[in-house]
Structure formats: C-alpha cells, structure tokens
C-alpha cells in the first residue's frame, strides 16, 4: 500500500534552517511528481512546491521562494524540502503528497520561534 | 495567482440532511488537455487531508456515494446527499490549473 512517511520536522530559530524529508514506499516513486504541502496551526492548507518524477521542474509558492529548495532522490524514494531563512510565519505542519493528491503523509510539525 | 473563494465558511447541518459547499474561482480552470483541475479535499478533526473528488466530480476509490462533485468555468459544488457524524470536518477545494496552486479558504462542516 502507498505510504509517505515525512520527518524532519523540529523547533528552530528564526534564521535558522531544517531539512524535511518524505520516505515513499508502496509505488514507483520516479513516475510521480510529488508536493509540498503546509498547514499553519488552526489554518487552513496553503501549497508550498511542487517537483517533476525527474526533478527538473519545479515550482515554488511566493512565499518560500528563495528561500525553500525542494528535492527528490529517486533511487532512495525520497523527497526533500531545504528550508533557510526560516520566519515564524513558516510555523506549520508540513505535508508531502504525491502529485495526484490521492495520497499524504501524516505531517511533521515545524516551529519556528526564538 | 487564482483566487479560490469557498461559502459558507461554516455549515451546521443536522444528521440526515443534505449540505452544500461552494467553490468560485477568480479564473477559469479548463487546462488546454480539456480537463478541468479542480480537487476536493475533506480533513477530519486530527487527520491528514484526504483527496474526495478530482476533476471536478470524480470520486476516489473508498469516497461514499453521498459526495458528489459538480460544475464549470469558475463555479464548482460539493455536495453532502445525506450529512452523517463521520463527516464533521473542513472541506477544500484546490486548483491544479495554474502555478502557483491555491486552496479555498475551507468549509467547516459541524453537526447542529
């Protein structure tokens, strides 16, 4: 069965940076593109990024741009969000679907405060 | 960016009763492939969002015949036949026509 696993999640600073990770299993991860996904507390789903089964297209809300690096290694079936710069507005739970959005992940919750 | 404007924010129904969600988008969502990119997403209290309709009104695998997705252009429609306790929760809906990709406010669905 499809499972997308994120961790990585943690408190840090503001300026400080996290790396986020989502293990997929139970599909052939390289035929799919794959999306960030966030929720602040008590808000509502605000989309962060979006990358191609071969990772060379990518996408980026306004609101990360520059500052957010979306990745993927498909010979680990993993995806990746490089997150610098980090502002306490960048509090969320952060989820990774595939690209479809059939399928998520249970969220790995980032607190960005001093 | 495409503007995603969901009404009410907040529905009461009572059990057994149907309920319908709104979704108006600022530009219209038929991608050149002929299809027209608009999800809808329930998230129950606790949960990670799940994907109920696709392309307007196709109902994924598992979805109770009760939700049922409809409409065109810029306006699109959720609809609840029967309301039942398990479907108390925050409805969305989602452009997939346009980068970059914009939720609706959410719908919050209550029993009276």
């Known amino acids: 069965q499809v499972q997308l696993v994120e961790s990585g999640g943690g408190l840090v600073k503001p300026g400080g940076s996290l790396r986020l990770s989502c293990e997929a299993s139970g599909f052939t991860f390289s035929d799919h593109y794959m999306t960030w996904i966030r929720q602040s507390p008590g808000k509502g789903l605000e989309w962060v990024s979006y990358?191609?089964?071969?990772?060379?297209?990518?996408y980026y809300a306004d609101s990360v741009r520059g500052r957010f690096t979306i990745s993927r290694d498909n010979a680990k079936n993993s995806l990746y969000l490089q997150m610098n710069s980090l502002r306490a507005e960048d509090t969320a739970m952060y989820y990774c679907?595939?690209?479809?959005?059939?399928?998520w992940g249970q969220g790995t919750l980032v607190t960005v405060s001093s | 960016d495409i503007v995603m404007t969901q009404s009410p924010l907040s529905l009461p129904v009572t059990l057994g009763q149907p309920a319908s969600i709104s979704c108006r988008s600022s530009?219209?969502?038929?991608?050149?492939?002929?299809?027209?990119?608009l999800t809808w997403f329930q998230q129950r209290p606790g949960q990670s969002p799940r994907r109920l309709i696709y392309?307007?009104?196709n109902r994924d695998s598992g979805v109770p015949d009760r939700f049922s997705g409809s409409g065109s252009g810029t306006d699109f429609t959720l609809k609840i036949s029967r309301v039942e306790a398990e479907d108390v929760g925050v409805y969305y809906c989602l452009q997939d026509r346009q980068w970059p990709r914009t939720f609706g406010q959410g719908t919050k669905v209550e029993i009276k």
């Open positions: 392309k307007v009104s």
């Open positions: 530009q219209g969502l038929v991608h050149s492939d002929g299809n027209t990119y």
């Open positions: 990358i191609s089964g071969s990772g060379s297209t990518i």
């Open positions: 679907a595939r690209g479809d959005y059939a399928y």
